[in-house]
């Protein structure tokens, strides 16, 4: 009988959880493809096919690394020297890239 309890308590509790997981999916589904249609405005026939497809397959871009950052920003401060080199590295690391 106790067993029986557990079981029934630990899929009451589970339950909501499973069935939580495909709603989210679906729900940043439907927010890319908002998005897309919202971008694929104006545009009509095989060029919105094109465009809508290329858009609902594509991936988000992966933030930088902190050596990709450095590897930037070092770029950028060329010619700089000193404190304002300083400064500007300083406020480059931080920024979101």
């Known amino acids: 009988m106790k067993k ?3 079981a029934i308590t630990s899929f009451a509790l589970a339950t909501p959880l499973l069935l939580a997981a495909p709603a989210m999916a679906e729900n940043a589904q439907q927010t890319k493809m ?4 919202k971008d694929a405005a104006g545009k009509k026939g095989d ?6 497809k290329d858009c609902l397959s594509s ?3 992966k933030p930088m690394t902190q050596q990709d950052k450095m590897k930037q920003c ?9 404190d304002e080199r300083k400064a500007f ?3 480059c690391l931080k920024k979101d890239k």
């Open 74 to 82: 070092n770029a950028d401060a060329a010619g700089k020297k000193g």
């Open 89 to 91: 590295m300083s406020s």
């Open 4 to 6: 029986m309890l557990i």
């Open 47 to 52: 060029e919105r096919k094109a465009f809508m």
């Open 34 to 37: 908002a998005a897309c249609n």
């Open 59 to 61: 991936k988000p871009e």
